[in-house]
């Protein structure tokens, strides 16, 4: 049977986005975004949540029938053959062809959300919907993160810092930052930098894998960039002006894609439009350009791309910025409140071999954030995690970054007393999800008790990924090995 999903294509699942990694008859192996390990999903399953329809086996073309041998005597020489009747032709409206083909049903089975989300939690992955309820903290990390988001009148962009030691839950605080933002009515984007390929010393690849994070209530999409574009343009807004010096990137390429729009084109074309807007190394502003202007249906007055990314290196830090700025204020013109940014891992960015390109990047950016350049405010909000470094609290490369008198949020180990209210949580959700309605205050304690010490005494268990995460993951295996998990 023909793959619906292809091997790298991007997904939505029931845990959240992720990339195909193989398929093996019906069976998808997904590597979600945000974690290391692959998982398996069944191909009905993911079909409704991605608008797919399946694709019915092929039907065998049945075999041709063996010519009979034919049998007598073969003519003498000089003697005609006999002659054949004339072979009837085939009707086209045969009564064959106009037999109903059976159609496959292929309904996915629907999980319960409270069994997708325990789902999840067996991979040590706290669901999005349970953030407020999963999350140790949570009210000091929503009063701090509302306090550093653009609003108001003046809406200035901002810089926060995260930091805490390793395993301490930066990650998931910051996922945490991530789906306040968007409950406030905020875009979203994420990036884990690996300080080599994936750094802010390389603004057009750093850009690549951001984008297409891009994520709000009610917005998904394989080309988040263009249709963020489309939105704002469908909602009445013009081309914003975002470098008022010097090649305004953001204008330029909005007003093409805007004539794409009214040319209806834009289906035609979305795919290569995405590529070039989010940086891809697979096509440039000059061949999409190229392509266009042999439409028929085109003005080559009217075809204009340029890179969001230029080649001088002195100028890239300002085009990222440029681009950090104009798909914030396009968001807002899109219907939302502006872009907030998360980067998780900076401290690696200390061991990669470009920090003075780093540098630069830093310090175009703060020169912005005190108003030393041309572009307008904008509602971006930006939120980098780290580990402390040199005796410092935080990160002191971010400094430049930071207004005089903010407060970084920390995130501390978690003790066991907090192991243990984190605990209850869990075991209240997972006999809540099975209807365990047996299960008492005593029953919870004991099974704390019994997990929590063979858990916390032993650091080999978590720490390769976190404390957090491995206590959600090692606490709902132990209830499954304990309970069944019970079947529906």
Not at 323 to 351: C, P, R, T, Y
């Amino acid at each position: 049977m023909q793959a619906v999903f292809k091997p790298g294509e991007r997904v939505d699942t029931p845990m959240g986005l992720g990339r195909v990694s193989s398929t093996i008859g019906t069976r998808v192996i997904i590597q979600l975004e945000g974690s290391r390990l692959p998982v398996e999903f069944a191909e009905a399953e993911l079909l409704e949540r991605n608008g797919r329809e399946p694709i019915p086996r092929a039907e065998r073309p049945a075999k041709p029938k063996r010519k009979p041998r034919e049998t007598g005597r073969r003519p003498n020489v000089g003697e005609q053959a006999p002659k054949q009747p004339p072979a009837t032709p085939a009707k086209c409206n045969d009564s064959n062809s106009d037999r109903e083909k059976p159609k496959l049903e292929t309904k996915a089975p629907v999980l319960d959300p409270a069994l997708r989300a325990l789902e999840a939690l067996r991979f040590g992955l706290v669901p999005a919907s349970m953030i407020d309820r999963l999350t140790i903290g949570f009210d000091e990390i929503e009063k701090w993160t509302k306090d550093r988001l653009p609003q108001g009148v003046d809406e200035c962009a901002t810089v926060s810092e995260v930091f805490g030691p390793f395993g301490s839950g930066k990650s998931h605080t910051m996922e945490a930052i991530r789906w306040i933002a968007r409950r406030e009515g905020y875009l979203t984007a994420r990036i884990e930098v690996d300080g080599w390929t994936v750094t802010l010393s390389d603004p057009a690849n750093f850009l690549n894998v951001l984008w297409p994070t891009l994520e709000g209530t009610d917005f998904r999409s394989e080309t988040p960039l263009l249709d963020l574009y489309v939105k704002a343009m469908e909602n009445g807004h013009r081309a914003p002006s975002v470098a008022p010096r010097g090649k305004d990137r953001i204008r330029v390429n909005y007003s093409t894609i805007r004539t794409l729009h009214r040319r209806d084109l834009v289906d035609k074309y979305g795919m290569d439009v995405e590529a070039v807007l989010s940086c891809s190394p697979d096509l440039t502003a000059a061949q999409l350009a190229g392509q266009l202007r042999c439409d028929p249906s085109l003005y080559r007055g009217d075809v204009r791309l340029v890179p969001i990314i230029g080649r001088s290196v002195e100028d890239r830090p300002y085009d990222f910025v440029e681009a950090l700025v104009g798909i914030a204020i396009i968001a807002k013109m899109a219907g939302f409140k502006g872009l907030v940014v998360s980067i998780d891992e900076f401290e690696v960015e200390h061991l990669g071999g470009h920090w003075g390109r780093l540098e630069m990047v830093i310090e175009v950016l703060a020169e912005y954030l005190k108003g030393g350049l041309d572009h307008p405010d904008a509602p971006l909000a930006l939120f980098i995690a780290t580990v402390g470094q040199d005796g410092h609290a935080g990160d002191s490369a971010l400094d430049p970054l930071l207004e005089s008198g903010t407060k970084p949020f920390e995130c501390k180990q978690l003790d066991k007393a907090d192991l243990l209210e984190l605990g209850k949580r869990l075991v209240r959700f997972y006999a809540s999800a099975y209807g365990l309605k047996n299960l008492s205050e005593k029953d919870m304690d004991d099974i704390l008790d019994r997990v929590s010490g063979r858990f916390y005494d032993n650091p080999s268990i978590w720490a390769s990924s976190g404390l957090t995460r491995a206590w959600a993951k090692f606490l709902v295996q132990f209830l499954d090995k304990l309970m069944g998990p019970p079947h529906e």
